[in-house]
């Protein structure tokens, strides 16, 4: 790898790189190039200053630049889909959990269940994204500070999807979310808040207020008492600050520790903690087949 360097009042930084060993050498002044990998500021042999003129001059860095602002454009456009669909899913899953709690199937079991579906899912995921669940040894402590704080936050949430409405546990869930991140990121990371931040804020906050409002007026079967109301956003709260602690948490480590790896071990313990606790107090109330079937063919 050729490394491309600029010179500048801070001294001699990297600006790109270059894979065309042929092309380096064909080219002279005003540009150097040096094979020097990993180098940075001002770690720069003696015997490769250089002084570095206009970049824009030349035709091949600015392919390469056209490239990696292509890379990240598409980068960007994945991580949006793969926003949405999290976001569809995660819907999905509490309309699923609200009716299995009125079949009289426990959180305890839900938990459960995804938690299983997980660890089947994530070796396969993994093996196509060539990620690794690996972590290194001196982030142990951190990722199960994180895989708790995970499994409260599910279990939380779990939680509020049968006391309320699940559109209003997901939106109060993720509003709270939202404001308690905010904060942490101000105070443990130590990062200025955008505007952009103060109005996905704003609106979080105005979200919880007209859920709320919304949630009072409902007179059915989902809602039978304010004290369920209460209790649900109270849960929805939880969930967001449980995640939103974890989060930060990750956003420390994630150069070292892929998101697959903790999605895989919050799975893990989450199964760790579930299955004793379904021991304990006996929570077997999961439909037979025929039962599902019937239910089924009464649609």
């Known amino acids: 790898m050729w490394n491309i360097f600029q010179q500048n009042d801070k001294g001699y930084e990297i600006i790109s790189s270059a894979k065309d060993d042929e092309y380096v050498h064909q ?113 142990h402590r951190n990722v199960f500070f994180i895989c708790t704080f995970y499994t409260f936050a599910s ?20 509003a709270s979310r939202t404001i308690i991140s905010v904060i942490l990121t101000v105070v443990t990371l130590r990062e200025a808040v955008t505007a952009l931040q103060l109005c996905a804020l704003s609106i979080a906050v105005l979200g919880m207020v007209l859920m709320g409002i919304s949630t009072t007026q409902l007179n059915d079967f989902y809602v039978s008492n304010s ?16 995640r939103s602690i974890g989060f930060t948490r990750y956003r420390q480590i994630k150069e070292e520790v892929s998101a697959e790896a903790i999605v895989f071990w919050h799975a893990l313990q989450s199964c760790c903690l579930n299955v004793p606790v379904s021991l304990i107090f006996q929570n077997y109330s999961i439909p037979s087949i025929k039962f599902l079937h019937e239910r089924c063919s009464m649609i």
């Open 27 to 139: 080219r002279g002044n005003p540009y150097q190039y040096e094979k020097f990998a990993n180098a940075g500021i001002n770690s720069r042999p003696e015997s490769s200053l250089f002084d570095f003129e206009r970049a824009e001059d030349d035709p091949h860095l600015a392919e390469i630049e056209a490239k990696k602002e292509k890379n990240r454009a598409s980068r960007n456009t994945i991580g949006i889909v793969i926003a949405l669909c999290a976001g569809l899913m995660y819907g999905l899953q509490s309309v699923v959990v609200k009716q299995a709690t009125l079949e009289g199937i426990s959180i305890t079991e839900c938990l459960l269940t995804r938690s299983v579906f997980q660890l089947g899912v994530m070796p396969l995921v993994s093996l196509c994204s060539s990620m690794s669940f690996f972590v290194p040894k001196h982030h």
């Open 155 to 174: 279990t939380s949430v779990f939680g509020a999807f049968s006391l309320i409405l699940p559109d209003a546990a997901v939106a109060g869930r993720s």
């Open 227 to 242: 004290w369920r109301i209460v209790g649900g956003f109270f849960l929805c709260f939880l969930g967001g600050l449980f």
